[in-house]
């Protein structure tokens, strides 16, 4: 019998339940729903992991609300097992492959490949493409959308798939706490307002012309209007409705959501008239029930409902508090990122506005820049695999790419020593991290990548390298979370610099980042700006630090006008960066990577902790 892919889940067993986090619980409902899925289930036994007591007590019967110590912020919940329709294992933490202790669950080891698959989107993803292709004619074959795209981007990009993979588990975790008030008040969830609002506005449609026309001829019946409403042009047809929570068609974020809902709104349901105050929610909720394949899935969230079932009696008084949620579809609209009602970042009275702020405060970039030490590689005498012309780069930009690398290698070797773990984050088809596979190869590389395509390509090249001390993490950074030395990516896109130095920082790590498209610097769920103490006590406001950032990409040629400015506010930038570095006793440089000409955003962050 061939060796199955494994799918991770964290949670605990207790005689004939499990008792399992929000993530977890959403997953097996998803598997239950797509029935017979082709990788073998394990849930990880991790002790340390879960705020409860060893032994399970259930989470909303307590007489006194109170008496919740630990389930606020972390609640785990019961599936009784013998419901489920697939087989599960249970392992200890510490039996697990190293792999799967260096991400996030949900995560997915491949059987034959080192390479491994995390979190709760890319997981269920991952596991619902590999039953289709045993299972060419399942009926899960649509659930991944057009073209399979359906919660493909990270969540740190899309505010769609951070709705359905980050807030539908907060949702979860916040169950019981949020319904619990001694002050006669309950505010509905920001969660539930979001979604209502998001299906009143008109899904997004690829191919639209030919959804709408198609949509005309099965609900218009007369032949002659049928025809003159399909030779109208895309314009002049109406916006439809959503059907499901993307559109027209059911799709596995429709699956995700409903776990959640399902559970929140029996909650509820004691409090509020959920048809008056959320019918679009309820309209979806109905349609989705009505499933066979939900219907036999609902048993994964029987013994929960039971728990979360609300014992006392609605109160009479009870005030309802609505949140204030912007109007908009979700597609567009995350409260917590900030929204200027102008994106005029590079207007240069703003500019020099911000700038002045810095001279007034008498702040200044604290980093003398200094020419990067860059030992040149010999490549010529490298296997071709090693080149990155093999990752598919435009013969236009090769040499530049490889003067690139020289800089980040020559940095990497400066701090590396002998059984290093190095991670090369956003390694996209491999260039930094695969010359540092072949030229250390005392050194074990994760190359941590969202996008499988670029994992894919970086993949061939180490097999025709024959490189042993590679493994491969298909996952967005926030599901990272493995023991390594040293943290290196090569022009990381906005914010995603920061997420790496943050890996870097909590780790304990040394870092070597190259930072790229300043403009993209943007709060989201866990990073706020600006990073460092010295520049959160400047009178600098977050639309004047994003100001500064969109400046910093004004870097063109030596001649352009604009490009000393540019440059200036990048330092600054990268100096707020490099701060934070230092105040958790990091010894910190900022050099620029030779020859200046190998790219416009030539910046080097290299940090390594103080002893």
């Not at 991790?46 to 032994?55: A, E, L």
């Not at 491999?430 to 499988?452: Q, T, W």
Request: net charge negative; charged share 20%.
């Amino acid at each position: 019998m061939e060796e199955q892919d494994s799918l991770y889940l964290t949670g605990r067993e207790d005689g004939v339940d499990l008792w399992v986090p929000a993530e977890s619980l959403i997953a097996l409902f998803t598997l239950q729903y797509c029935d017979n899925p082709t990788a073998s289930i394990i849930i990880v036994d991790q002790k340390n992991f879960m705020s409860r007591p060893s032994s399970p007590t259930p989470l909303c019967c307590s007489e006194d609300p109170s008496d919740m110590t630990g389930f606020e912020n972390n609640p785990w919940f019961p599936v009784e097992k013998n419901c489920l329709n697939f087989e599960i294992k249970v392992k200890e933490e510490k039996d697990c492959p190293d792999v799967i202790k260096n991400c996030m669950l949900p995560a997915v080891l491949m059987a034959s490949e080192p390479w491994c698959v995390a979190g709760l989107c890319s997981s269920l993803r991952f596991v619902l493409r590999q039953t289709l292709t045993v299972h060419p004619e399942h009926y899960c074959q649509n659930l991944l959308g057009f073209r399979g795209g359906c919660l493909q981007a990270c969540a740190e990009v899309s505010v769609w798939t951070k709705f359905c993979e980050v807030e539908s588990v907060i949702a979860l975790k916040n169950l019981c706490s949020d319904f619990y008030s001694n002050s006669g008040k309950r505010e509905l969830p920001k969660y539930m307002v979001r979604y209502e609002n998001h299906l009143q506005h008109p899904p997004i449609l690829h191919n639209a012309l030919k959804r709408k026309q198609e949509y005309i001829k099965n609900t218009v019946q007369d032949k002659n209007k049928q025809q003159q409403l399909c030779q109208k042009t895309l314009a002049e047809l109406p916006q439809l409705e959503h059907k499901f929570a993307e559109g027209l068609d059911m799709t596995l974020a429709d699956i995700i959501l409903y776990a959640s809902f399902h559970l929140i709104i029996s909650k509820m349901r004691a409090y509020v008239s959920m048809e008056d105050m959320f019918p679009l929610i309820v309209k979806w909720y109905k349609l989705i029930s009505s499933n066979d394949h939900v219907q036999r899935a609902l048993p994964v969230l029987q013994k929960t409902l039971v728990y979360i079932s609300v014992e006392e009696k609605a109160e009479c008084n009870l005030e309802i508090v609505i949140p204030s949620v912007p109007y908009e579809s979700i597609y567009k609209s995350d409260p917590e990122r900030y929204k200027p009602r102008w994106r005029m970042y590079t207007h240069q009275g703003e500019i020099d506005k911000v700038l002045g702020i810095f001279e007034t405060e008498a702040v200044k970039p604290t980093y003398s820049i200094h020419p990067a030490d860059v030992t040149s590689l010999p490549w010529s005498s490298f296997p071709s695999a090693v080149s990155p012309q093999e990752g598919q780069l435009p013969f236009s930009r090769l040499q530049r790419k490889c003067q690139q690398l020289e800089n980040v290698v020559s940095a990497v070797k400066s701090v590396a020593k002998k059984g290093d773990v190095i991670v090369d984050f956003c390694a996209g088809g491999g260039h930094v991290g695969i010359v540092i596979a072949y030229c250390l190869p005392d050194c074990k590389i994760l190359l941590v990548e969202n996008k499988e395509a670029s994992l894919v390509r970086a993949k061939k090249r180490v097999e025709a390298l024959e490189l042993k001390n590679v493994v491969f993490i298909q996952c967005n950074l926030d599901y990272f979370r493995g023991y390594f030395n040293v943290g290196v990516t090569l022009h990381a896109c906005g914010v995603a610099t920061d997420l790496v130095m943050l890996k870097c920082l909590e780790q304990r790590a040394a870092f070597i980042c190259s930072p790229c498209c300043y403009g993209g610097v943007q709060p989201n769920h866990i990073l706020s700006y600006p990073r460092s103490h010295v520049f959160r006590n400047l009178s600098l406001s977050l639309s004047e630090y994003l100001t500064l950032g969109h400046a910093a990409d004004q870097t063109h040629d030596e001649n352009n006008p604009k490009t000393e400015q540019g440059q200036l506010c990048m330092r600054l930038i990268d100096t707020d960066r490099l701060l934070l570095a230092q105040e958790l006793n990091y010894n910190t440089r900022l050099v620029l990577m030779q020859p200046k000409s190998c790219s416009p955003k030539n910046h080097l962050l290299i940090g390594v902790l103080e002893y």
